[in-house]
């Protein structure tokens, strides 16, 4: 199975500052036929089901602001949010759907500083 | 507007069974490559398993702890996924959400296989 390590596993960033989350995959998540890293990224508020804020490592989903953007490859991803806005507390997740069984990393639990 | 909503959670004990639904709208749910993902209290988001769609072969997968215990299906006719669960844990106790892509076009989820579209979640709690 593909382990995927979230670092870190909490984070206190002050509103309008960078937040940097990383995400390593034990294997890479490259597929090198169409040249795509399968990895998403998700956001989860209490009480509410997992929304998808980008894919393919750094495509956002539609409607979600740009102040979220994904980078890396291979093995190695980031998520950062350029602008921490208050409404951006949550527990974030990366995932790896390059092969069954699909996993996420731990989470990492964004709060306000 | 994809809607999903599952139902059929509720208190089982240990070694009991429960039946999970997830019906299915806003999407040709026949083409939809499906999947459950769990939340245990206080743990981070684990996915449970996939069907795929009956013209890409209709097969399951199932992550290795569920694995012989739960078994996923659907019903295309009712636009409904099932998580049948036996065998029940205490470490089973979780919110359960159904989860799919967003892609139309033949064979398309071979390719979407990231989840756009989740359910509320249906709470699922085995106790004695």
């Known amino acids: 199975d593909i382990v995927m390590t979230q670092s870190p596993d909490s984070l206190a960033v002050s509103l309008g500052e960078r937040a940097t989350i990383n995400c390593k995959s034990s294997?890479?998540?490259?597929?090198?036929?169409?040249?795509?890293?399968?990895l998403g990224w998700y956001q989860q508020k209490p009480g509410q089901p997992p929304k998808l804020l980008i894919y393919?490592?750094?495509t956002r989903e539609s409607g979600v602001p740009d102040r979220f953007s994904g980078s890396g490859s291979g093995t190695d991803f980031t998520l950062t949010i350029s602008s921490l806005q208050a409404e951006d507390v949550a527990v974030y997740y990366c995932?790896?759907?390059?092969?069954?069984?699909?996993?996420f990393g731990q989470g990492t639990k964004l709060e306000i500083k | 507007e994809v809607q999903l909503v599952e139902s059929g959670g509720g208190l089982v004990k240990p070694g009991g069974s429960l039946r999970l639904s997830c019906a299915a709208s806003?999407?040709?749910?026949?083409?939809?490559?499906m999947s459950w993902v769990r939340r245990a209290p206080g743990k981070g988001l684990e996915w449970v398993g996939r069907?795929?769609?009956?013209?890409?072969?209709?097969?399951?997968d199932h992550a290795a702890p569920v694995k012989g215990r739960f078994t996923i299906s659907r019903d295309d006719s009712k636009n409904t996924l099932y998580l049948q669960m036996n065998s029940l844990k205490t470490e089973d106790t979780a919110v359960y959400y159904c989860?799919?892509?967003?892609?139309?076009?033949?064979?398309?989820?071979?390719?979407?296989?990231?989840?756009?579209?989740w359910g509320q979640g249906t709470l699922v709690t085995v106790s004695s």
């Open positions: 393919w490592a750094s």
């Open positions: 989860t799919t892509g967003d892609c139309s076009g033949d064979g398309c989820y071979r390719l979407v296989k990231y989840f756009q579209h």
């Open positions: 806003g999407l040709t749910f026949s083409n939809a490559w």
């Open positions: 995932q790896q759907y390059y092969t069954t069984p699909y996993t």
């Open positions: 294997q890479s998540v490259l597929y090198s036929s169409n040249n795509k890293n399968y």
């Open positions: 069907i795929k769609s009956k013209s890409d072969g209709g097969t399951t």
